[in-house]
Each structure stands twice: as C-alpha cells, then as structure tokens.
C-alpha cells in the first residue's frame, strides 16, 4: 500500500531543547505537508513543500522536501510548551489526487 | 468562522441505526475530502468529491459507507447499520483546487460512538 514511515513515533523532552522528526516512503511524493493536530481538534498545516530540495520555515518550525522525493523532515526548535501534540506528515504521491498520512509523532515536554 | 464546518461534533449511535456527518467546506473550496481516525492512529483517506462527483472513493468500505456532496449544501458521509467499529473521529478537509495544487485544510472533526 501507500505507506509513510513517520519517526519517531513518541518523543520526551526539556522545554528549550530542539526536535527532529521524518517520514519516509518507498513510493515518489509530488507534495510533503507536515500537521499538527492537539487532543479534540483537527489537524492543522503547519508546512507545505512542493519541490524536491526545498527547505521551508514557519517561526522555530523548518521543513525539508527530500532531495529523493521520498522524504522530509520537520524540525522545531527551542521548543516550549504549547508544541504538545500530535505531529503529522501527509504527501501526495506522484500521479495520484489524495492525501496519505504518516502514522504521527507525540511530542511530549516537560517543563 | 470562514473554516471548514463539521456537525455533529459528537454523534452517539446504537448498533444497527444510521449515522449522518455533515461538512461544509471552506467558501470557495469546491474539493472536500473525508478521512476516518482511530485513536493513537494517523488519518485514513476514505473518499475524496468534488461538486456532485465522486473523484476517488478507494478508501471507503464497500458497503454500509457512502458520500455525496451536492450541487447545493453540505458534503454528507453516510454510514448505514452502524457497528462498534465504526467508532472513529471522521474529519473532512477542502481544498481550493486539486489535491497536489494546493494545502487540505481541515474541520475539528466529528466523533462518532457506536454503543
């Protein structure tokens, strides 16, 4: 099937340190998006990124479109406390018209 | 609120009985995609529509699920003769034009308990 392998899968850490999280695929994406979702809400677009090599921020969140177009990563630095949740990554794969979503990473910090 | 509207937020439903989520798209979004979520898990595409079409419903189950959205008003999942494992958040998105064009922007969901 269409699979993204989204890692990690939970991550522990002090508020201030730096997160790195990625999603792989054995199939070619057109589109990486990175989500974030909190307990009750939807997801909500964080990044977009349309080519390969683009590398895109938004405040402490970067965003990487793999060269291979079969990865990205999503960083988030200093991190603080409303980074809780439940991160995301969804592509499209080349020459389809969905949305596939990664499994999720849970970020977790304390204080 | 200009963002994409889903009722009921909460659904309860015995087995055997009907469930209806509504979902109406961002203004001007005419692209309206419906995902399923079990918990601790991603989203799960189940059906993606345009205006009175059905683009791609690969991801719905064959039978008991269906979807339209209409020429006027809200896109509905349907779900017949519900059973406990159905019970799942069901979120809808929109998107402006096709999928791979643009952002899928996403409702808060509408959770659905099967008794």
């Known amino acids: 099937g269409q699979q993204l392998n989204q890692s990690p899968q939970s991550m522990f850490i002090q508020e201030g340190e730096d997160v790195s999280m990625n999603c792989t695929s054995s199939?070619?994406?057109?589109?990486w998006l990175w989500y974030k979702q909190e307990p009750g809400e939807g997801p909500v677009l964080l990044i977009a990124l349309y080519k390969a090599g683009e590398l895109t921020s938004n405040g402490r969140l970067t965003a990487q479109f793999g060269i291979t177009r079969k990865d990205s990563f999503l960083n988030i630095s200093a991190s603080i406390p409303s980074d809780v949740g439940i991160y995301f990554c969804a592509g499209i794969i080349q020459g389809a018209q969905k949305l596939v979503f990664g499994q999720g990473t849970r970020l977790t910090i304390n204080p | 609120n200009a963002g994409v509207m889903q009722n009921p937020r909460h659904l309860v439903r015995r087995r055997g009985q009907e469930a209806r989520l509504r979902c109406s798209p961002m203004?001007?979004?005419?692209?309206v995609y419906w995902y399923r979520q079990l918990p601790e898990e991603g989203l799960k595409f189940m059906v993606y529509?345009?205006?009175?079409?059905?683009?791609?419903e690969s991801g719905m189950p064959k039978e008991r699920f269906s979807a339209e959205f209409p020429k006027e008003g809200p896109s509905i999942l349907r779900i017949q003769q519900v059973v406990r494992g159905d019970s799942a958040a069901y979120f809808c998105a929109s998107s402006l034009g096709q999928p791979n064009t643009g952002e899928l922007f996403f409702g808060e969901g509408s959770r659905l308990t099967v008794l």
């Open positions: 203004k001007g979004h005419s692209h």
């Open positions: 529509l345009q205006k009175e079409n059905i683009i791609d």
């Open positions: 199939s070619i994406f057109n589109t």
